[in-house]
């Protein structure tokens, strides 16, 4: 019983130091690149700041030219939109460059982009104070999907809607949708961030969604079933192991105040010495 514990802690060990190494591998490794360009570079205004005055525009900028027919929209607090329309601005130069990554003979090989291409999405009117978001779905040279979110903060004064003003409902060109369709999309998380620090983009394989990486449930898997081996080792000395009361020797049972006799030693009988001659009794 005591080796089969012995084993059980062994597998125990031997699994959650694979376990550990598997964990730090999986973090020591870096991610494999992406193809995917055309992504967000930067914004204005940043995503996650706050704005205290109306802005008339919004401007997008990207590593690539969005397509002509590229859906835009800027959605306020009560969920309804207030975009009026998008079109092309100036390129300018990026502050900080951002990094995509070609596929070159098998391999990724970064390139660096240092101008940002602008899609300018009129706001017409600012509501109410609260938080708005700024949605784009666009098409990049290699086919994939461009998408995401830049939120932000507005604090300014409410403007009125101009005359005749009704929200659009328009969604994207079915040309566009068509496009998109069966393209893996760029992760609107990892685009807005970089349209807040204006970080690389495309850092980060787009093919990987954000869940549990696959070797963690065999893993977890391996460590419980080691632990209910264990736990099992535990508890079987316990529940079988107790030895039952001895048993006595052969032969008769010994009289109530009878003194036990000891084995190869005759036993004295009354009045007698110890060297075994009889004592007299008194006269």
Excluded: C
Excluded at 72 to 96: A, M
Excluded at 126 to 141: C, E, M, N, Q
Excluded at 147 to 157: A, E, I, K, L
Aim: no cysteine.
């Amino acid at each position: 019983m005591r080796s089969r514990l012995v084993t059980a802690r062994h597998v125990l060990s031997r699994a959650v130091a694979a376990l550990a190494v598997a964990v730090v591998v999986a973090l020591l490794l870096p991610a494999a690149p992406a193809s995917a360009h055309g992504q967000l570079a930067t914004s204005t205004p940043l995503t996650g700041t706050v704005v205290r005055e109306p802005l008339t525009r919004l401007g997008l900028y990207f590593t690539e030219k969005p397509v002509p027919n590229a859906h835009f929209t800027v959605t306020g607090p009560n969920g309804s939109r207030v975009d009026s329309g998008w079109s092309y601005g100036e390129p300018k130069r990026l502050d900080k460059p951002v990094q995509e990554y070609f596929m070159v003979n098998g391999v990724f090989e970064p390139r660096l982009y240092h101008t940002g291409f602008p899609a300018m999405v009129s706001v017409a009117h600012w509501p109410a104070k609260g938080r708005y978001t700024a949605s784009y779905l666009s098409v990049a040279s290699d086919g994939e999907a461009v998408r995401g979110t830049v939120t932000f903060d507005y604090q300014g004064p409410g403007t009125a809607a101009p005359a005749g003003w009704t929200p659009p409902t328009n969604g994207p060109e079915p040309a566009l949708l068509a496009l998109v369709e069966g393209t893996p999309s760029a992760s609107p998380g990892a685009s807005a961030d970089a349209g807040a620090t204006g970080a690389p983009a495309g850092a980060t394989d787009t093919g990987q969604g954000g869940g549990l990486p696959p070797w963690l449930l065999p893993g977890l898997i391996v460590v419980v079933v080691s632990a209910v081996v264990l736990v099992t080792a535990r508890r079987r000395p316990a529940a079988h192991g107790t030895a039952g009361p001895t048993r006595r020797g052969a032969g008769p049972p010994r009289r109530s105040g009878t003194p036990a006799r000891t084995s190869g030693t005759p036993a004295r009988r009354p009045g007698s010495r110890a060297d075994g001659s009889a004592r007299r009794g008194r006269r």
